[in-house]
Protein backbone atom coordinates (compact mmCIF):
# COMPACT_ATOMS: atom_id res chain seq x y z
CA UNK A 1 0.00 0.00 0.00
CA UNK A 2 1.11 3.54 -0.90
CA UNK A 3 2.04 5.56 2.15
CA UNK A 4 -0.58 8.42 1.07
CA UNK A 5 -3.13 5.48 1.02
CA UNK A 6 -2.01 4.91 4.34
CA UNK A 7 -2.24 8.25 5.98
CA UNK A 8 -5.42 8.71 4.40
CA UNK A 9 -6.95 5.56 6.12
CA UNK A 10 -5.02 6.06 9.35
CA UNK A 11 -6.77 9.64 9.54
CA UNK A 12 -9.91 8.23 8.40
CA UNK A 13 -9.78 5.48 10.98
CA UNK A 14 -8.90 8.06 13.93
CA UNK A 15 -12.45 10.54 12.86
CA UNK A 16 -14.28 7.21 12.93
CA UNK A 17 -12.98 5.85 16.49
CA UNK A 18 -11.29 9.02 18.08
CA UNK A 19 -8.18 7.50 19.27
CA UNK A 20 -5.91 4.22 18.27
CA UNK A 21 -3.11 2.71 19.00
CA UNK A 22 -0.18 1.99 17.33
CA UNK A 23 -0.47 -1.57 17.56
CA UNK A 24 -4.19 -1.59 16.38
CA UNK A 25 -2.72 0.27 13.40
CA UNK A 26 0.30 -2.08 12.46
CA UNK A 27 -2.11 -4.70 12.48
CA UNK A 28 -5.19 -3.55 10.38
CA UNK A 29 -1.86 -2.26 7.77
CA UNK A 30 0.25 -5.51 8.67
CA UNK A 31 3.35 -3.01 8.39
CA UNK A 32 5.60 -2.82 11.51
CA UNK A 33 4.88 -0.46 15.14
CA UNK A 34 7.95 1.90 13.64
CA UNK A 35 6.20 2.18 10.46
CA UNK A 36 3.25 3.55 12.02
CA UNK A 37 4.73 5.45 14.55
CA UNK A 38 7.22 7.57 11.38
CA UNK A 39 3.40 7.64 9.64
CA UNK A 40 1.81 9.49 12.92
CA UNK A 41 5.03 11.60 13.26
CA UNK A 42 4.17 12.90 10.10
CA UNK A 43 0.72 13.31 10.17
CA UNK A 44 0.77 15.50 14.00
CA UNK A 45 3.67 17.30 12.06
CA UNK A 46 1.48 18.29 9.00
CA UNK A 47 -1.60 18.89 12.07
CA UNK A 48 -3.90 16.73 9.83
CA UNK A 49 -4.08 14.28 13.70
CA UNK A 50 -2.24 14.67 17.23
CA UNK A 51 0.05 12.25 18.48
CA UNK A 52 -0.43 10.55 21.61
CA UNK A 53 1.30 8.50 23.77
CA UNK A 54 0.59 4.59 22.39
CA UNK A 55 -1.44 5.99 19.19
CA UNK A 56 -3.27 8.84 17.43
CA UNK A 57 -6.44 10.92 18.40
CA UNK A 58 -8.45 13.96 16.76
CA UNK A 59 -6.74 17.03 16.88
CA UNK A 60 -7.78 19.93 19.23
CA UNK A 61 -10.38 21.95 17.41
CA UNK A 62 -10.02 24.68 20.09
CA UNK A 63 -6.61 25.43 20.07
CA UNK A 64 -4.43 26.49 17.39
CA UNK A 65 -0.29 25.61 16.54
CA UNK A 66 2.10 27.54 18.07
CA UNK A 67 3.16 30.65 15.53
CA UNK A 68 6.38 29.44 15.46
CA UNK A 69 5.74 25.84 14.33
CA UNK A 70 3.26 27.29 11.63
CA UNK A 71 5.82 29.35 10.14
CA UNK A 72 8.06 26.34 9.03
CA UNK A 73 5.10 23.80 8.43
CA UNK A 74 4.88 23.04 4.72
CA UNK A 75 6.98 25.77 4.20
CA UNK A 76 8.01 24.49 0.28
CA UNK A 77 4.29 23.97 -0.08
CA UNK A 78 3.33 27.52 1.05
CA UNK A 79 6.24 29.07 -1.34
CA UNK A 80 4.79 27.64 -4.48
CA UNK A 81 1.50 28.78 -3.34
CA UNK A 82 2.60 32.17 -2.41
CA UNK A 83 4.58 31.93 -6.15
CA UNK A 84 1.05 30.84 -7.62
CA UNK A 85 -1.32 33.99 -6.13
CA UNK A 86 1.17 36.41 -7.30
CA UNK A 87 1.16 35.40 -10.67
CA UNK A 88 -2.56 36.17 -10.83
CA UNK A 89 -2.37 39.56 -9.62
CA UNK A 90 -1.94 42.53 -11.38
CA UNK A 91 0.63 45.29 -11.25
CA UNK A 92 -1.19 48.37 -9.34
CA UNK A 93 -4.48 46.80 -8.13
CA UNK A 94 -5.60 46.56 -4.64
CA UNK A 95 -6.43 43.75 -2.17
CA UNK A 96 -7.15 42.79 1.78
CA UNK A 97 -4.68 40.61 3.07
CA UNK A 98 -5.87 38.65 6.25
CA UNK A 99 -3.71 37.10 9.68
CA UNK A 100 -1.64 33.75 9.13
CA UNK A 101 1.66 32.70 8.04
CA UNK A 102 0.94 31.48 4.61
CA UNK A 103 -0.56 34.66 3.46
CA UNK A 104 3.13 36.12 4.98
CA UNK A 105 4.63 34.04 2.33
CA UNK A 106 2.00 35.12 -0.02
CA UNK A 107 3.16 38.58 0.53
CA UNK A 108 6.97 38.13 0.01
CA UNK A 109 6.06 36.51 -3.58
CA UNK A 110 4.38 40.19 -4.44
CA UNK A 111 7.70 41.89 -3.91
CA UNK A 112 8.19 41.50 -7.41
CA UNK A 113 5.51 43.41 -8.24
CA UNK A 114 4.77 47.34 -8.72
CA UNK A 115 2.11 49.87 -7.76
CA UNK A 116 0.34 47.74 -4.84
CA UNK A 117 -2.13 48.78 -2.19
CA UNK A 118 -2.06 46.67 0.32
CA UNK A 119 -4.65 46.99 3.52
CA UNK A 120 -3.95 44.14 5.79
CA UNK A 121 -4.41 43.30 9.76
CA UNK A 122 -1.15 41.29 9.85
CA UNK A 123 1.79 43.57 10.96
CA UNK A 124 4.11 40.48 9.83
CA UNK A 125 2.73 41.32 6.19
CA UNK A 126 2.72 45.50 6.71
CA UNK A 127 6.94 45.11 7.42
CA UNK A 128 7.42 42.75 4.45
CA UNK A 129 5.48 44.75 2.01
CA UNK A 130 6.38 48.26 3.44
CA UNK A 131 10.01 47.90 1.89
CA UNK A 132 8.62 48.58 -1.70
CA UNK A 133 8.70 52.41 -2.34
CA UNK A 134 6.10 52.19 -4.91
CA UNK A 135 2.99 50.35 -2.46
CA UNK A 136 0.66 52.06 -0.55
CA UNK A 137 0.46 49.82 2.88
CA UNK A 138 -2.50 50.70 5.10
CA UNK A 139 -2.60 48.56 8.14
CA UNK A 140 -6.04 48.21 9.95
CA UNK A 141 -6.54 49.90 13.24
CA UNK A 142 -7.46 47.11 16.34
CA UNK A 143 -6.13 45.25 19.08
CA UNK A 144 -2.75 43.55 18.30
CA UNK A 145 -2.53 39.93 19.17
CA UNK A 146 1.07 40.08 20.48
CA UNK A 147 1.41 35.82 19.70
CA UNK A 148 1.85 36.35 16.01
CA UNK A 149 0.71 40.41 14.54
CA UNK A 150 -2.44 40.03 14.25
CA UNK A 151 -5.08 42.79 14.45
CA UNK A 152 -9.01 41.80 15.23
CA UNK A 153 -11.40 43.34 17.23
CA UNK A 154 -14.88 45.71 16.13
CA UNK A 155 -12.28 48.74 15.17
CA UNK A 156 -10.88 46.50 12.83
CA UNK A 157 -13.77 45.40 11.14
CA UNK A 158 -15.33 48.91 10.88
CA UNK A 159 -11.64 49.95 9.18
CA UNK A 160 -11.89 47.14 6.77
CA UNK A 161 -15.63 47.87 5.82
CA UNK A 162 -14.08 51.38 4.63
CA UNK A 163 -12.95 50.19 1.32
CA UNK A 164 -13.83 48.02 -1.38
CA UNK A 165 -10.75 46.13 -3.05
CA UNK A 166 -10.16 43.89 -6.32
CA UNK A 167 -8.94 40.75 -4.11
CA UNK A 168 -9.33 39.12 -0.75
CA UNK A 169 -5.89 37.09 0.37
CA UNK A 170 -7.48 34.84 2.78
CA UNK A 171 -5.71 32.23 4.73
CA UNK A 172 -7.32 29.69 6.73
CA UNK A 173 -7.03 27.14 10.28
CA UNK A 174 -8.97 24.53 8.46
CA UNK A 175 -11.84 23.15 5.50
CA UNK A 176 -14.24 20.93 7.02
CA UNK A 177 -15.62 18.14 4.66
CA UNK A 178 -18.75 20.15 3.95
CA UNK A 179 -16.14 22.48 2.47
CA UNK A 180 -16.70 24.93 5.56
CA UNK A 181 -13.69 27.14 6.45
CA UNK A 182 -12.84 27.12 9.98
CA UNK A 183 -10.73 28.97 12.58
CA UNK A 184 -9.53 29.57 16.38
CA UNK A 185 -10.22 32.61 17.30
CA UNK A 186 -14.07 34.32 16.95
CA UNK A 187 -12.66 37.89 16.55
CA UNK A 188 -10.01 37.03 13.66
CA UNK A 189 -12.64 35.20 11.88
CA UNK A 190 -15.20 38.66 12.06
CA UNK A 191 -12.42 40.11 10.42
CA UNK A 192 -12.08 37.72 7.69
CA UNK A 193 -15.27 37.64 7.04
CA UNK A 194 -15.62 41.90 6.73
CA UNK A 195 -12.56 41.34 4.01
CA UNK A 196 -14.45 38.79 1.83
CA UNK A 197 -17.24 41.08 1.97
CA UNK A 198 -15.77 43.50 0.75
CA UNK A 199 -13.31 42.27 -2.15
CA UNK A 200 -14.22 41.65 -6.02
CA UNK A 201 -12.44 38.19 -6.15
CA UNK A 202 -11.61 36.06 -2.93
CA UNK A 203 -8.21 34.15 -3.66
CA UNK A 204 -8.16 31.30 -0.45
CA UNK A 205 -4.50 30.18 0.00
CA UNK A 206 -4.46 26.60 1.57
CA UNK A 207 -2.13 23.49 1.90
CA UNK A 208 -3.16 20.27 2.22
CA UNK A 209 -3.00 19.77 5.73
CA UNK A 210 -5.61 22.20 6.04
CA UNK A 211 -8.70 19.97 4.41
CA UNK A 212 -10.15 17.65 7.00
CA UNK A 213 -8.38 20.02 10.35
CA UNK A 214 -10.81 20.88 12.90
CA UNK A 215 -11.24 23.73 14.32
CA UNK A 216 -14.04 25.76 16.19
CA UNK A 217 -15.13 28.68 14.55
CA UNK A 218 -17.46 28.57 11.24
CA UNK A 219 -16.14 31.64 8.64
CA UNK A 220 -17.49 31.00 5.75
CA UNK A 221 -17.74 28.07 2.97
CA UNK A 222 -15.03 27.65 0.32
CA UNK A 223 -17.99 28.22 -1.90
CA UNK A 224 -17.64 32.44 -1.29
CA UNK A 225 -13.97 31.94 -2.78
CA UNK A 226 -13.28 32.96 -6.71
CA UNK A 227 -10.56 31.10 -6.59
CA UNK A 228 -8.50 28.00 -4.33
CA UNK A 229 -5.05 27.62 -4.50
CA UNK A 230 -3.15 24.88 -3.02
CA UNK A 231 -0.30 22.79 -2.97
CA UNK A 232 -1.58 19.04 -3.48
CA UNK A 233 -4.83 17.88 -5.20
CA UNK A 234 -8.10 18.48 -3.27
CA UNK A 235 -10.42 15.38 -1.61
CA UNK A 236 -13.30 14.63 -4.35
CA UNK A 237 -15.56 16.06 -2.28
CA UNK A 238 -13.91 19.40 -2.22
CA UNK A 239 -13.18 19.32 -5.49
CA UNK A 240 -17.04 18.57 -6.12
CA UNK A 241 -17.97 21.85 -4.34
CA UNK A 242 -15.45 23.85 -5.97
CA UNK A 243 -17.08 22.46 -9.53
CA UNK A 244 -20.58 23.23 -8.31
CA UNK A 245 -19.77 26.47 -7.41
CA UNK A 246 -17.51 27.60 -10.19
CA UNK A 247 -14.41 28.33 -7.74
CA UNK A 248 -11.15 28.14 -9.79
CA UNK A 249 -8.54 25.62 -8.90
CA UNK A 250 -4.61 25.99 -8.42
CA UNK A 251 -2.62 23.44 -7.48
CA UNK A 252 1.35 24.57 -7.13
CA UNK A 253 3.33 22.06 -8.05
Known amino acids: MAQETRHNQIIELVAERGFVTIDDLA ?5 TPQTIRRD ?4 DQEKRLQRYHGGAGIPSSTL ?3 YSDRKIQNLEEKVRIGEAIANKIPDHSSMFINIGTTTETIAKALLKH ?3 TIITNNLHVASILS ?8 IAGGAVRSKDGGIMGEATVDFIEQFKVDFAIIGISGIDD ?3 L ?6 EVRVAQAIIKNARQVFLAADHSKFGRNAMIRLGNISQASHLFTGQTPPTNISDILLEHGVGLTVAQ
Open 40 to 43: INQL
Open 178 to 180: DGE
Open 131 to 138: SKEDFNVI
Open 64 to 66: NTA
Open 27 to 31: QHFQV
Open 182 to 187: LDFDYQ
Open 114 to 116: QGL
